[in-house]
């Protein structure tokens, strides 16, 4: 079945770092793929999203790029700041899927510190 | 943008107890609404599609007598917990999306959660 993948937290970095998270998927055809954050205590927003091949998603600084040979999603930012500390959850959602659910993978805990 | 409504955002019930949760597409009309558990540290497991003016359909392993889902509207969905237990204390999370015809290139929007407590 399908599934995503993503690096295991907490990633703890210093503001103004560079994050990467990566996330690979597994899926039959062709998904769309997201990013989510959730805040402490809060549902989650979504951060971004690519829908093909070699789409980058970009929203507030960070960037993922639907890479499907390598069947990956990888989350970027430049420079974090305190205010980035969340959970980012990757996600995808398939054509296929009865009601086009998404499927989470386990979520990465980000702390930023100052 | 969409803005999905949860309430309550917090519950404290006694076993034993019904908890009833609502959720609310306040600017767009939701079809299909979904809802999520997550236990703490843990990613989001989906519980059930609810569907306007049919039966929900629930996920391998959720007792659909015990999660209540009742989706009467366009704009309401709501999830209750019968005869709760301690074990049933978690994140409760519903999301929806906009339109009448579910995308799966549509992102799913979030409500803020609802933490049940059951003592």
């Known amino acids: 079945g399908d599934s995503v993948t993503q690096m295991e937290g907490p990633v703890t970095l210093s503001e103004e770092a560079f994050l990467t998270i990566n996330c690979t998927y597994t899926a039959t055809g062709y998904p769309s793929l997201f990013w989510y954050v959730q805040y402490p205590g809060e549902g989650l927003q979504l951060l971004l999203k690519?829908?093909?091949?070699?789409d980058k998603g970009s929203n507030k600084g960070f960037e993922a790029t639907y890479r499907k040979e390598t069947t990956s999603f990888h989350l970027e930012k430049g420079s974090v700041q305190v205010s980035d500390s969340a959970v980012y959850f990757c996600a995808l959602s398939a054509l296929y899927n009865q009601g086009g659910k998404l499927i989470f993978g386990q979520g990465t805990e980000l702390s930023v510190k100052p | 943008g969409a803005v999905v409504s949860q309430h309550p955002s917090r519950v404290i019930c006694k076993s034993g107890t019904s908890v009833k949760i609502e959720c609310r597409s306040l600017d767009f009309q939701a079809t299909t609404m979904f809802w999520y558990r997550q236990f703490p540290k843990q990613s989001l497991m989906l519980m059930a599609t609810?569907?306007?003016?049919?039966?929900?359909?629930?996920e391998q392993g959720v007792e659909k007598d015990k999660f209540l889902i009742n989706h009467a509207s366009l704009t309401l969905s709501t999830l209750t917990v019968t005869s709760a237990h301690p074990e049933d204390s978690s994140f409760y999370i519903c999301?929806?999306?906009?339109?009448?015809?579910?995308?799966?290139?549509?992102?799913?929007?979030f409500g803020n959660g609802t933490r049940l407590t059951v003592t």
């Open positions: 999301s929806a999306s906009p339109g009448q015809g579910f995308s799966y290139n549509s992102p799913l929007h």
């Open positions: 690519a829908t093909k091949a070699d």
């Open positions: 609810s569907n306007e003016g049919s039966k929900a359909t629930y």
